[in-house]
């Protein structure tokens, strides 16, 4: 079987009336594909997916119908598949992506430092860097293809680039969309933070199943989408520890003309890094 798309980390899958999203072991720094695999990577993905799944079907449903190979087709019953699949609905994605910031950091603290906004909403003044925000902002961005960025817009624009591809449904994809990002991000960093993560900020992505409702697809909350800091180590003012690829994302800064690739011993404390917050957050050992 051969992939029908290929992500920078997924592979996906046509299985006649449902897709298999496979996360494989690659690794994607600054929108490149580094040349490294980190090994369990993908199981880590897919099953932290899965852990948020079934914790948020009550906001709203979700594309995951199996994280069981045998559930598959004999081809994904080999031990490459094992752990890193997950069957899903077909759903058609809406062309956004869904960000939303519990906390200034990263890009957000760059653009707050220019002008006092993070795409483009005012926040009030004397924020330090990693300050928790009075409420989590929503701020969508496009969705960009292999090698380009996503560009950032206002909840105004997102409702102009969905009217674009759904005429007459752009007010009400776009308020739907924002609320359910923040219900989801509340839900879930509340009990993150009982088990003590911060998650920061992270990203969602939706689409529509065959009957037009919004359903909640692609990857949720996993370390790729999301910065998870410990919180027994948040301390404002400063960038903060994660559980993420933020130590990849640190080494690549600190050594141009690394030609994309990571030495092992960063590869091994990146995917130390992920085991260790699937961990926390789910109580499992993977």
């Given at each position: 079987m051969k992939p029908i798309k290929e992500g920078k980390v997924r592979e996906i899958y046509d299985n006649g009336d449902s897709l298999i999203m496979v996360a494989t072991d690659r690794i994607s720094c600054f929108d490149v594909i580094l040349n490294n695999d980190v090994t369990k990577k993908g199981a880590v993905l897919t099953q932290m997916s899965r852990f948020w799944f079934n914790m948020t079907k009550d906001i709203l449903p979700n594309h995951m119908i199996s994280t069981d190979v045998e559930d598959m087709p004999e081809y994904f019953r080999q031990p490459r598949f094992d752990g890193s699949s997950m069957m899903c609905r077909k759903l058609n994605m809406l062309p956004i992506e869904c960000i939303v910031r519990g906390y200034i950091t990263g890009s957000?603290?760059?653009?707050?430092?220019?002008?006092?906004?993070?795409?483009?909403?005012?926040?009030?003044?004397?924020?330090?860097?990693?300050?928790?925000?009075?409420?989590?902002?929503?701020?969508?961005?496009?969705?960009?293809?292999?090698?380009?960025?996503?560009?950032?817009?206002?909840?105004?624009?997102?409702?102009?680039?969905?009217?674009?591809?759904?005429?007459?449904k752009g007010?009400?994809?776009?308020?739907?969309?924002?609320d359910y990002t923040i219900a989801l991000y509340k839900k879930c960093a509340d009990y993150a933070k009982s088990r003590g993560i911060i998650i920061a900020d992270t990203k969602f992505e939706f689409g529509l199943d065959e009957e037009g409702k919004i359903v909640l697809g692609d990857e949720m909350l996993t370390p790729d989408s999301s910065r998870f800091w410990p919180a027994d180590e948040y301390e404002p003012g400063h960038g903060?520890?994660?559980?993420?690829?933020?130590?990849?994302?640190?080494?690549?800064?600190?050594?141009?003309?690394?030609?994309?690739?990571?030495?092992?011993?960063i590869v091994q404390k990146t995917i130390d890094k992920y085991l260790q917050g699937y961990e926390m957050l789910t109580g499992e050992k993977l």
């Open positions: 957000g603290w760059a653009g707050y430092q220019k002008d006092g906004t993070v795409c483009g909403i005012k926040l009030p003044e004397g924020l330090k860097e990693s300050d928790q925000l009075p409420e989590p902002i929503y701020t969508p961005s496009t969705k960009a293809g292999i090698g380009d960025h996503d560009e950032n817009i206002s909840y105004e624009q997102s409702i102009a680039h969905l009217e674009k591809y759904f005429p007459g007010e009400e994809y776009a308020g739907k969309l924002r903060q520890p994660s559980f993420d690829k933020q130590f990849a994302r640190d080494w690549l800064k600190a050594n141009p003309g690394n030609d994309w690739t990571l030495p092992e011993d």
